[in-house]
């Protein structure tokens, strides 16, 4: 019976799950053990075989990643899929050439800009007006919000956030994070981004694939590299590929659980 729900989910996995029927209650604890099977499997590995990954399961694990949640749905990020060797080499080198990222199958690289949001606001409004899987209700709906995200948009790229935003945050620190003004915009599209990352790297485990997370690189030069847009945000270069039989890798060790879970 495991085998065959099993089997289910892994049929179900190569079609696009949006829209699902799938009821994950009814299939009990299987669903669950996986998970932490995936969850377990995936560690931050620092020496890989080097050997080719095919392009369907690349592109089948960064599917899934994009499913991950976004502020309004903004996804304002991009994935860049680090197939040339000459660049792979390149980003290596930013990366301190780091073994991780030297001997790594491919490379993904996680940016974030605020137009990559104004380019998804207006894919969707594209989207919502001409689909006819939302009812009228769902369309103004979203339109009063698609209306809300351009106006904060237009308000929050002011610079005269950025002297104002030093002086709330020095009154009230919990404002910092306020996505107001060019630089805390950028680190609000960078937190954004770190939530595909993590499921890119849940993803890569399901699939067989190990992953590396870095934030030891230079963005700078990285964004150079990839010629990415202005205002750009490198939050990580991702590591993909197969560990070597003989990879470091230590005894994970985490927190107490009692320490980090604070219940009130
Ligand atoms: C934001 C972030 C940045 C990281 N940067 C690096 C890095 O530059 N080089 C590296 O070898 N590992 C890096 N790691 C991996 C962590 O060291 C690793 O996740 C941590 O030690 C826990 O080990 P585990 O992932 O195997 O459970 C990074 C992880 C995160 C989340």
Not at 65 to 91: G, M, T
Request: some cysteine; glycine content about 4%.
């Amino acid at each position: 019976m495991a085998k065959q729900v099993l089997a289910y989910i892994i049929f179900r996995m190569n079609k696009p799950l949006e829209n699902s029927q799938l009821n994950l209650a009814d299939l009990g604890s299987v669903t669950w053990e996986t998970f932490r099977v995936i969850n377990a499997s995936r560690r931050a590995v620092r020496h890989f075989d080097g050997m080719p990954i095919s392009d369907e399961v690349v592109l089948a694990v960064l599917a899934e990643a994009q499913l991950a949640p976004s502020s309004k749905n903004l996804q304002p990020y991009c994935f860049h899929w680090i197939k040339d060797a000459r660049v792979h080499e390149a980003i290596a080198a930013t990366c301190r050439n780091q073994r991780a990222a030297k001997s790594a199958s491919t490379l993904i690289v996680v940016s974030a800009n605020s137009a990559y949001g104004l380019r998804t606001l207006n894919g969707w409004e594209a989207h919502v007006e001409q689909t006819d899987t939302l009812d009228d209700k769902s369309k103004a709906y979203h339109r009063q919000e698609l209306n809300l995200c351009r106006r904060f948009d237009r308000i929050s790229r002011l610079w005269l956030w950025e002297p104002l935003m030093v002086l709330i945050s020095w009154l009230y620190p919990m404002l910092d994070l306020l996505p107001v003004g060019p630089s805390r915009t950028r680190h609000w599209v960078a937190r954004n981004s770190l939530y595909a990352a993590q499921t890119l790297l849940l993803a890569a485990a399901a699939s067989g694939l190990d992953s590396c997370p870095m934030e030891g690189f230079s963005a700078r030069q990285v964004a150079r590299l990839l010629k990415l847009p202005r205002g750009s945000a490198v939050p990580l270069v991702i590591a993909l590929g197969r560990r070597m039989p003989n990879a470091r890798i230590e005894p994970r060790w985490r927190v107490p659980l009692e320490q980090v879970v604070v219940v009130h």
